[in-house]
């Protein structure tokens, strides 16, 4: 069965600092890894994806993620953050058994101080 | 990118009545769609996956009499919450997986907040 794990719940860091959100996972079999943004009140925003291939990805608004197989990791990383990145980010995982399945982290919280 | 759209993006109803949720591709085929709900300052949970035409797949726990899914077309399905309480008060979020898009991605609608009285 999979899982994932968001080792923080909460992150706060200055502006224009660099920052990573930690996450783990565990599957039986091959993964998709997903990272989302949700601000207040809204939907999710796909921020990133690794489905294959290289293992560093790149997202929008700066953030890229690097898929850690040996450590079945997905850390979510940017090298300088802004107040407007104030948000909820989620780690998700989808597996293909039969039938697609996404589950989510629990969160982290990113605050931005000016 | 595709589209996802919920209606409504709010609704309050009294206990004891039903609410329907509505959940549409916009310029794509949802083969299957999924439905979630999220409590404040939480995950979102897993509730059911639908695929066009069948039956849904309920999540451990979750009471398929309460939370009725109907996906009869390839770009709507439906979420009625039947005889609500205040204790299903929470954020509904569907998302989608089709023919246009890739096929390892959900496309995710804005959600549908409900508030029960």
């Known amino acids: 069965a999979q899982s994932v794990t968001q080792l923080d719940s909460q992150v706060p860091v200055f502006e224009e600092a660099p920052v990573e959100l930690r996450c783990n996972y565990s599957s039986s079999v091959s993964v998709y890894l997903f990272w989302y943004v949700q601000y207040p009140n809204q939907g999710l925003q796909l921020l990133l994806k690794y489905l294959s291939g290289s293992t560093l990805v790149k997202g929008i608004n700066g953030f890229e993620a690097e898929f850690n197989k040996s450590q079945t990791s997905f850390h979510l990383r940017k090298p300088s953050v802004h107040i407007s990145d104030t948000a909820e980010y989620f780690c998700a995982v989808s597996e293909w058994t039969g039938g697609f399945k996404t589950i989510f982290g629990a969160g982290t919280r990113l605050f931005v101080k000016a | 990118g595709a589209v996802v759209s919920q209606h409504p993006s709010r609704v309050i109803c009294k206990s004891g009545t039903s609410v329907k949720i509505e959940c549409r591709s916009l310029?794509?085929?949802?083969?299957?769609m999924f439905w979630y709900r999220q409590f404040p300052k939480q995950s979102l949970m897993l509730m059911a996956t639908s695929n066009e035409g069948s039956k849904a797949t309920y999540e451990q726990g979750v009471e398929k009499d309460k939370f009725l899914i109907n996906h009869a077309s390839l770009t709507l399905s439906t979420l009625t919450v039947t005889s609500a309480h205040p204790e299903d008060s929470s954020f509904y979020i569907c998302?989608?997986?089709?023919?246009?898009?890739?096929?390892?991605?959900?496309?995710f609608g804005p959600g549908t907040r409900l508030t029960v009285t």
């Open positions: 998302s989608a997986t089709g023919l246009a898009g890739d096929s390892y991605e959900q496309y």
């Open positions: 310029d794509f085929q949802a083969t299957t």
